[in-house]
């Protein structure tokens, strides 16, 4: 299989090489900022990308930009928490087995064993899984910063997931 942005050479299992996923992630979504996230997560992901995002997925992707423009903090970690763990879940469910635990940590640790990621991505997840408990706790609400640093994180997550084919 070839890179369906520059035609080199990959495993069959992505469509972008991790070089071009990169570069979409440090010019697409790193400058993310509330002024400039009119956009939709069909403008925001390479097309061959986006096409392997679930409809549910886009829409809470959307519903996270908007969150995001309208400067809604702690709106836009919860979303992306709901966001992270569907995408996560659905990932179990496809590539690891159809039984995914309840439990979110067991279903990153099934993640980790099945030894496709790196580890720095499997912290990623960890961490972000720490700051989903915390979005679920009522008193506890989010810095601009926390809440756009997390939104990038997530989005980067959906890039990397949705770049395996299904
Ligand atoms: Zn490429």
């Known amino acids: 299989m070839v890179c369906e942005n ?11 090489c991790i070089p071009c996923l990169s570069q979409f992630i440090q010019e697409q979504i790193e400058p993310l900022r509330p002024s400039n996230t009119d ?10 990308i986006n096409a392997n995002i679930a409809d549910y997925i886009e829409k809470d992707i ?3 930009l908007d969150c995001l423009s309208y ?4 709106a836009c970690v919860v979303m992306s928490a709901r966001i992270l763990e ?13 039984e995914v635990p309840i ?17 720095q991505f499997i912290q990623l997840l960890d961490e972000l ?33 949705a770049n395996f084919r299904d």
């Open 86 to 98: 569907t995408i996560v879940r659905d990932y179990y469910a496809a590539k690891i087995g159809e």
């Open 6 to 16: 520059c035609g080199r050479n990959i495993p069959q299992e992505l469509i972008w």
């Open 62 to 64: 959307n519903e996270l």
């Open 39 to 48: 956009e939709s997560c069909q403008a925001l992901y390479p097309e061959a």
């Open 71 to 74: 400067e809604l903090w702690t």
């Open 129 to 161: 899984r720490e700051l989903r408990n915390d979005a679920m706790h009522g008193e506890r609400r989010f810095s601009p910063d926390e809440s756009i640093s997390t939104c990038k994180k997530v989005l980067a997550i959906v890039a990397f997931i």
């Open 103 to 119: 439990n979110f940590a067991q279903v990153i640790k099934g993640i980790n064993s099945a030894g496709i990621f790196s580890a």
